[in-house]
């Protein structure tokens, strides 16, 4: 059986438990330059933690280097429009037929100038990726895939409330449950050795010799595993993955019994 993640933050389940996940554009679609009309999934444990860590890694790209990075778009933007000019005022000669070109290219620069401010407005990762849970659906038909990014993949069609689940940590001892996204994906790094995730990312991006271990995203990883060693050992340890629908979901928030969880 195959199992698709979706994140989302808590204040859309209430609207996701009434009337599905719907196709849109999302606000964090917009800000990396992705504007299908879709919902957006991973495939596996495997994808939702290399998905999470493509997005912190571009958000913190963009924000340790946010002045340099809006000053040398708008530079361009600057230079496409003295180009422009410049080819409107020739009367005639063989650079004059591309302005619409250029148009395009000035065009293109504004909206990455507009999405890097989007990005670079929030004032943590945690504030742009929001706080919100890890919804689950088993099975899910007609999946489109950027290939070879396998761990980008959507849906065109909405996903009705009775084929999603919320996912959540549940401690083993006490019974208590979690579902902070942050804590699943943590469970989710836990139990899986870094070894794994780089060769996944490695296939990914195409990368063919044995120096991945370079590449940005992957020392940023890599880096995270050593940080969190210890709280990966007690998830690992006192902690196991289940499943609520989003209904009972719904209702065990608002305090109401629920009539349990799933492996």
């Not at 912190?56 to 340099?68: A, L, M, R």
């Not at 290219?105 to 990762?125: H, N, P, T, W």
Request: hydrophobic share 30%; net charge negative.
């Amino acid at each position: 059986m195959d199992k698709y993640y979706h994140t989302t933050k808590y204040e859309y389940l209430d609207d996701i438990s009434e009337h599905g996940l719907i196709p849109q554009i999302g606000e964090r679609s917009t800000s990396v330059g992705d504007e299908k009309k879709a919902v957006f999934v991973s495939k596996n444990e495997i994808s939702a933690v290399l998905m999470f860590f493509s997005m912190k890694w571009f958000y913190e790209s963009h924000k340790n280097n946010e002045d340099e990075l809006i000053a040398t778009i708008e530079s361009t933007i600057l230079y496409y429009n003295k180009l422009i000019e410049k080819r409107k005022n020739q009367r005639f000669g063989l650079f004059r037929g591309n302005i619409e070109e250029l148009e395009k290219r000035r065009e293109d620069a504004v909206q990455s100038l507009s999405k890097a401010k989007i990005m670079c407005g929030y004032s943590s990762f945690e504030e742009y990726f929001g706080e919100g849970v890890y919804l689950c659906i088993n099975d899910l038909p007609n999946v489109k895939y950027n290939h070879p990014d396998i761990h980008n993949c959507w849906v065109e069609n909405a996903i009705i409330p009775e084929d999603i689940n919320v996912v959540m940590l549940k401690n083993k001892e006490t019974e208590e449950l979690i579902d902070d996204k942050y804590k699943v994906i943590n469970y989710f790094m836990a139990n899986i050795p870094v070894e794994v995730l780089f060769r996944e990312y490695k296939e990914t991006i195409g990368i063919e010799d044995d120096r991945y271990t370079s590449h940005d995203t992957l020392t940023y990883l890599l880096n995270y595993y050593s940080n969190n060693e210890e709280e990966f050992n007690l998830l690992r340890s006192n902690y196991e993955l289940v499943e609520m629908p989003i209904k009972e979901y719904i209702n065990y928030k608002n305090g109401e019994k629920s009539a349990g969880c799933k492996a």
